[in-house]
């Protein structure tokens, strides 16, 4: 299981890090991504990281400015996000897979329950 959190409501310019804490033996052998839904648009892939934290992949839309790690020995995989802007504003979900650093949700067999975050301008 799969749990996020730290979402919330923040200004143009604004920092949050989301948190996903993991259930289960296997989180350090699975690779992990953090994926987001704005109102009325599909999901859409935001950053991945390998199982061992080593590698990492980022969209566009957020390279630079957001920044995915991991904790294996805490089983929590974190997404740092700077210089927030208005059109962040979507349900975070984070997700786990086997297959590494991919960008397509249908890799990823696990799933959070999402957390939202709201870029005021």
């Known amino acids: 299981q799969l749990q996020a959190s730290g979402g919330g409501l923040v200004q143009a310019g604004g920092s949050l890090r989301l948190s996903c804490a993991a259930s289960?033996?296997?989180?350090?052998?699975?690779?992990m991504g953090w994926f987001r839904q704005a109102p009325g648009k599909e999901r859409e892939f935001v950053a991945a990281i390998s199982w061992s934290g080593g590698s990492t992949y980022y969209a566009d839309s957020v390279k630079g400015r957001f920044t995915i790690s991991r904790d294996n020995a805490k089983n929590t995989v974190y997404l740092q996000m700077n210089s927030l802007k208005p059109e962040d504003t979507a349900v975070y979900y984070c997700?786990?897979?086997?297959?590494?650093?991919?960008?397509?949700?249908?890799?990823?067999?696990?799933w959070g329950q999402g957390t939202l975050v709201t870029v005021s301008s």
């Open positions: 997700a786990a897979g086997v297959r590494s650093l991919s960008s397509w949700s249908s890799d990823y067999n696990y």
């Open positions: 289960g033996r296997t989180f350090s052998r699975l690779a």
